[in-house]
Nanobody, 115 residues
Framework: QVQLVESGGGLVQAGGSLRLSCAASESTFSFLGWYRQAPGGQRELVAGINRDGSTDYGDSVKGRFTISRDNAKNVIYLQMNSLKPEDTAVYYC???????????WGQGTQVIVSS
């Protein structure tokens, strides 16, 4: 069982910044990143790091959010700048171990951006 421990959510005004952290108990993966789900919405990709070190971003966050990884600590960070009210959602850390292997989710951390 892979453990994902998230932190860093909260309330911030529009235009502000937050940084989310996710500590993973597994260091070998095909994908490690963040999804989010707004009330009444579907879960969507925010950002992630692939096995080869490349990164993926959702279109709505490109240029504002940056994902990074501390390999020594096996922690990923999501730096969120220029936050907008539409960024309000529960953010979930996600790890994919590889083809035909399990996918794990964190418990979620709430981000609220006030206008």
């Amino acid at each position: 069982q892979v453990q994902l421990v998230e932190s860093g959510g909260g309330l911030v005004q529009a235009g502000g910044s937050l940084r989310l952290s996710c500590a993973a108990s597994e260091s070998t993966f095909s994908f490690l990143g963040w999804y989010r789900q707004a009330p009444g919405g579907q879960r969507e990709l925010v950002a992630g790091i692939n096995r080869d070190g490349s990164t993926d971003y959702g279109d709505s966050v490109k240029g504002r959010f940056t994902i990074s990884r501390d390999n020594a600590k096996n922690v990923i960070y999501l730096q969120m700048n220029s936050l907008k009210p539409e960024d309000t959602a529960v953010y979930y850390c996600n790890i994919k171990l590889g083809p035909f292997k399990p996918i794990y989710w964190g418990q979620g951390t709430q981000v609220i951006v006030s206008s």
